[in-house]
């Protein structure tokens, strides 16, 4: 595993300790990587829902219905 160093503001140093403090990570490093898990998985689907929308917009229109269209996203989101 890597090892970095980073800075943080006072206020976000604050929580990050209060979430260890209060149990619900063991350390530091492990919020700051399950956050960066989460911003990735975001990211994953924010550009599945671009890639739809380019796809839908270059077509201009799709035969998928707003149900169809809604489950993929869920499915997506739920991973």
Do not use: C, H
């Not at 689907?45 to 169809?68: C, L, N, P, R, Y």
């Amino acid at each position: 595993m890597s090892r970095q160093s980073i800075s943080f503001t006072e206020p976000n140093d604050q929580w990050l300790k209060a979430q260890v403090e209060n149990q619900e990570y063991s350390s530091k490093s492990e919020l700051v990587n399950d956050l960066i898990r989460q911003a990735r998985k975001q990211q994953t689907q924010i550009d599945w829902i671009k890639a739809k929308i380019e796809k839908a917009e270059k077509s201009g229109f799709t035969t998928d219905s707003k149900e169809e269209i809604l489950a993929q996203s869920k499915s997506l989101l739920n991973g």
